[in-house]
């Protein structure tokens, strides 16, 4: 709605105008009515109308004189001027003062209806032409945050120059200051689609567009591209929950709108902007490690920091548990799990900290090996998890459940290629290691011929017979062996060894250890 004001010395006019208008322009409304220069301009600087009908005629001055004190305070207000007779002069002065029409007395209904139309085509051009130079000014105020941004991430110019620059480009996501954290955003795989027709560069910068305003969702944020693969976001007084919230509400965007995995580096907090480079090179750092732990992860730089700082060395305990964990074997992990779990709980959080995030990532590394993919909730991020805890107690209860799912899904994973009969098959020999598991009793209990059965085990499984019945009872060894409260003569007993002695010269040989040196080592 265009908001009019008119001035005219004659009651009668200003009233016909008004009413001709509501009966031609819905989007036109009389907002004041003036009858001199004076009240004109005043209700101009108390309306801000957007078009302005004057007289030329005016008893205290001249429409011209109210017309040129207008353009000195708005270059741009349509004005359509009024003259109850024809004069060269009025309108070139008219013409100069940027009229949008110049009307004689009286106006008919079609004339004013042309002159206002004019006026409005005026306006729409005006706001079309202030909203290119906006959109423009937008556009260049963003390449020159992004570009000074990279130059402070880089540090390819001084610091405190970038700094400055920055805050006279009004970078809204810095203004608050910090702490800050960067994020590095990792393109897991250009699309196929992207590579085929060249348009990396147009996809980096959709990339990095949906990327930022994803994270300015949740806090302030700034982006930039540093190649069609790689994206940094650096978010604004944010704390660790905030960012794992922003690295979410990211990963989300993304998956849904251009379907493409994404690796995630968290930086720590930094509390200053001369800083940022050091976050910048943190986040980078820990981005690299999908190698590692796998694509699709979040990957906070702290984690891999103390695989580092311990130098990725576990106790023998944790190797064997690593080695449970690979294997599938359920009972074994959570025995182990129970002892391990006893003795953190009399640790100091920070260490329990530690030895869970460097155990988690060689876990992760299994995870990665083995091509596994976890949906379940939180578990998807174990890093991103383990980060944002504090507490000891919580910290041993997520990652014992974290390597009890990774456990059940490395065994749903072998046994999901087992035709059901063959299930069934394995079943039946882990139930009865004590009595007769051998080929002959499972062929018998199949009604298959033992050589057949053979041959089909290994071709279904993977492993001929015999490994399996060895791999199946030492695992069941193992597991028992970490029960203080059983002899080993009934361990021996229990996975169809009759002699205890044999027992221990097998089991020597397939784990390297005596049962007796198992248990010392292990409890």
């Known amino acids: ?125 005006w706001k079309r032409a202030e909203d290119g130079i906006e959109q423009s000014n937008r556009k260049q105020r963003a390449m020159a945050q992004e570009y000074a941004l990279l130059d402070l991430l880089l540090q390819r110019r001084f610091v405190d120059d970038t700094i ?47 990327a930022t305003e994803a994270a300015a969702a949740v806090t302030g944020a700034l982006g930039a591209v540093i190649s069609p693969d790689r994206v940094i976001i650096v978010l604004a007084q944010v704390g660790i929950q905030t960012a794992a919230d922003v690295v979410l509400q990211v990963r989300s965007v993304l998956t849904e709108t251009l379907d493409i995995s994404v690796t995630v580096g968290i930086s720590r907090k930094i509390h200053h902007l001369s800083k940022l480079s050091e976050g910048y090179r943190e986040a980078v750092h820990a981005a690299e490690h999908k190698g590692w732990v796998g694509n699709g992860q979040v990957i ?22 690593i080695s449970e964990i690979r294997a599938g074997n359920d009972g074994a992990v959570s025995a182990i799990l129970r002892t391990w779990s006893a003795q953190l709980t009399e640790m100091p959080s920070r260490q329990v900290k530690l030895m869970a995030t460097q155990l988690v990532l060689f876990v992760m590394r299994v995870v990665q090996s083995l091509r596994l993919h976890d949906e379940h909730g939180d578990r998807q991020y174990p890093l991103l998890a383990l980060s944002q805890m504090q507490n000891g107690n919580e910290i041993i209860r997520y990652v014992s459940s974290y390597f009890v799912q990774v456990g059940r899904l490395i065994r749903e994973s072998r046994e999901a290629v087992v035709p059901r009969m063959f299930e069934q098959a394995k079943a039946w020999v882990r139930e009865r290691l004590h009595e007769d598991a051998s080929l002959n009793g499972l062929a018998r209990h199949l009604h298959l011929s033992p050589k057949y059965l053979s ?31 059983r002899k080993v003569g009934e361990v021996a007993e229990a996975v169809g060894f009759g002699d205890t002695n044999y027992f221990s010269i097998a089991f020597k040989k397939n784990t390297g250890l005596t049962p007796t040196e198992f248990r010392k080592r292990y409890l």
């Not at 480009?169 to 992207?194: Q, R, T």
């Not at 041959?455 to 029960?483: H, I, P, W, Y």
């Open 455 to 485: 041959s089909r085990f290994k071709q279904v499984t993977g492993e001929n017979f015999a490994d399996f019945l060895t791999r199946v009872r030492f695992e069941r060894a193992r597991e028992l062996l970490l029960d203080p409260d």
């Open 164 to 210: 400055e620059q920055l805050l006279i480009l009004e970078c809204p996501a810095l203004a608050g200051g910090g702490p800050f954290v960067v994020l590095c955003c990792d393109l897991d795989a250009m699309p196929d689609s992207v590579t085929e027709n060249g348009d990396a560069q147009l996809f980096g910068y959709a990339f990095c567009k949906l």
């Open 300 to 321: 906070p730089f702290e984690s891999v920091q103390i695989a580092e700082m311990t130098q990725q060395v576990l106790l023998d305990k944790e190797l064997i548990l």
């Open 1 to 125: 709605m265009y908001r009019l004001l008119i001035a005219d010395d004659e009651y009668p006019i200003r009233e016909g105008l008004k009413h001709l208008i509501v009966e031609t322009f819905d989007s036109i409304k009389t907002i004041a009515l003036a009858e001199d220069g004076e009240t004109a301009l005043r209700l101009i600087g108390e309306f801000k109308p957007d078009i302005v009908i004057l007289d030329i005629n005016l008893p205290d001055m001249s429409g011209l004189e109210v017309a040129r004190l207008i353009r000195e305070n708005d270059s741009d207000i349509p004005l359509l001027f009024l003259t109850g007779y024809e004069s060269f002069a009025y309108i070139r002065e008219a013409v100069g003062l940027q009229a949008a029409d110049y009307l004689l007395k009286p106006v008919t209904k079609d004339e004013l209806a042309s002159g206002l139309r004019r006026a409005t085509d005026s306006l729409q051009r």
